[in-house]
């Protein structure tokens, strides 16, 4: 469980907020971008382009497991979007879970044969 830098309170990844201190959690910028981005997807949870910039946020954020979460709906509607796979494939290698991510860097390359990134990733 995170805890707040300022009274040491623990909070968890969802709260921008401490609610003990009221200390902003995490930067203005990344904050802002996850607000933004929950903000368009309260008025319309089908825009694909706000969940997959709540998924990048989190990715700053180093909310992992929220980003994770955010960028297999992306996949799940728009299965032929490469970065959206790409992007998984990196969160995947970082939390260990390396046949995922190797999965992921696959799909990239039959949907963009020459996407380097994926090709580099995939070759080490
Ligand atoms: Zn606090």
């Given at each position: 469980m995170p805890k707040c830098s300022s009274?040491?309170?623990?909070?968890?990844?969802?709260?921008?907020?401490?609610?003990?201190?009221?200390?902003?959690?995490?930067?203005?910028?990344?904050?802002?971008?996850?607000?933004?981005?929950?903000?368009?997807?309260?008025?319309?949870?089908?825009?694909?382009?706000?969940?997959?910039?709540?998924?990048?946020?989190?990715?700053?954020?180093?909310?992992?497991?929220?980003?994770?979460?955010?960028?297999?709906?992306?996949?799940?509607?728009?299965?032929d979007f490469a970065d959206v796979h790409y992007e998984l494939g990196v969160l995947y290698l970082k939390t260990g879970r390396v046949e995922e991510a190797k999965g992921c860097f696959r799909r990239v390359l039959e949907l963009e044969p020459e996407h380097p990134r994926a090709r580099k990733a995939l070759e080490g």
């Open positions: 009274c040491g309170a623990e909070v968890t990844e969802e709260m921008s907020f401490c609610p003990s201190c009221n200390a902003s959690l995490r930067s203005d910028a990344i904050t802002s971008m996850i607000e933004d981005a929950r903000r368009a997807l309260n008025m319309n949870p089908n825009d694909l382009a706000a969940r997959y910039n709540l998924a990048l946020a989190y990715k700053l954020a180093g909310m992992t497991e929220l980003a994770v979460n955010e960028l297999v709906r992306v996949s799940e509607a728009q299965p």
